[in-house]
């Protein structure tokens, strides 16, 4: 129910009609019984500095950011976060002092379902597929794991020597190799963990996989197969993972994660309901 005295919460976006977030916020404001609401805002790229002046004018908590704003708030916030700062991208924004803060909660939903596989991290060869901005919270991600190495695989030469270089200056100490596209089937041998973070496979491309079937028998026994997409679930890739006995990981985990990180922030408090968040996204997904 909205009150006189409710809340205000949301996520920015062009276009932002497609977000999940509304609906699993809203479901675990819900479950807390709190008197906020949390809305999708379309704001247009020119307009997002004039938003930020209107949501601090009409005291919105915190908000969201998603495409193609993540990048484009960082010099409108008064302050950004570390985590935010080696990522180079915005994905939560909170209220403190009479300011904005920007911070990224990818990385901590990237990192969340890795926690429970008991690895020796300092083991772990990382191999990453894509090099765009999934792919730098993954990196930021597997650098705070403490991964031996960190192997990124891109289709554009170009684009993979601009990603290596930015990290120099990085607040995280990312040490990482690029590859191109054609050297994945000698990477993929000494991967323990294989990410990807492309959009091959997503819905509606569902028998498209990033990595042949022939080279599931290659991977490495204990290696960790780990798709960012949550639409399929499981993609082709996870089907190809599984069949060959490997541990598999779909996106869904990381979208409700970093939700969750989110509305701890925002909330203040450590205790926010993530089996609704996750049920709420499984039915709407997957109809589960
Ligand atoms: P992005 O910035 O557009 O990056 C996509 C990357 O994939 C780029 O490096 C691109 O290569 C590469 N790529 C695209 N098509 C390819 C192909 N056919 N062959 C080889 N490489 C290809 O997108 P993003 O924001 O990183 O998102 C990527 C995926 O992650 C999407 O499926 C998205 O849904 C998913 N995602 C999931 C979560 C979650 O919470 N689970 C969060 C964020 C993103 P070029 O650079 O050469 O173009």
């Excluded at 129910?1 to 205000?8: A, D, R």
């Excluded at 403490?146 to 020597?161: D, E, P, T």
């Amino acid at each position: 129910m909205i009150t006189g005295t409710t809340k205000l919460l949301g996520v920015i976006g062009h276009p932002v009609e497609h977000s999940l977030s509304p609906l699993m916020h809203n479901a675990a404001l819900a479950k807390l019984g709190l008197d906020y609401i949390y809305l999708p805002f379309p704001i247009q790229p020119q307009n997002l500095a004039k938003a930020l002046d209107g949501f601090a004018a009409i005291g919105v908590v915190g908000f969201n950011a998603t495409i193609p704003h993540k990048q484009a708030i960082i010099p409108l916030l008064s302050k950004i976060e570390p985590i935010a700062q080696a990522v180079g991208a915005v994905n939560t924004v909170f209220r403190q002092d009479d300011s904005w803060i920007g911070t990224n909660t990818d990385v901590e939903g990237f990192i969340a379902p890795l926690r429970s596989q008991h690895k020796n991290w300092s083991q772990v060869n990382a191999v990453v597929l894509g090099n765009g901005g999934a792919a730098r919270a993954v990196v930021a991600g597997c650098t705070q794991l403490g991964c031996a190495s960190i192997h990124v695989v891109g289709r554009n030469l170009q684009k993979l020597s601009e990603f290596r270089d930015s990290w120099q200056d990085s607040p995280l100490k990312v040490n990482l190799k690029v590859h191109q596209w054609d050297s994945l089937p000698e990477i993929s041998k000494e991967a323990n963990l294989l990410i990807n973070t492309t959009p091959i496979g997503m819905y509606p491309n569902i028998e498209n996989s990033p990595l042949d079937k022939s080279l599931f028998t290659h991977l490495s026994k204990d290696v960790i197969c780990y798709d960012l997409i949550y639409t399929p679930s499981p993609t082709k890739f996870l089907q190809y993972a599984q069949q060959a006995e490997k541990t598999a990981i779909d996106g869904l985990e990381m979208l409700v994660q970093q939700g969750a990180a989110a509305l701890k922030i925002w909330l203040q408090q450590q205790a926010v309901p993530i089996d609704v968040m996750r049920q709420t996204l499984q039915q709407q997904l997957y109809r589960r």
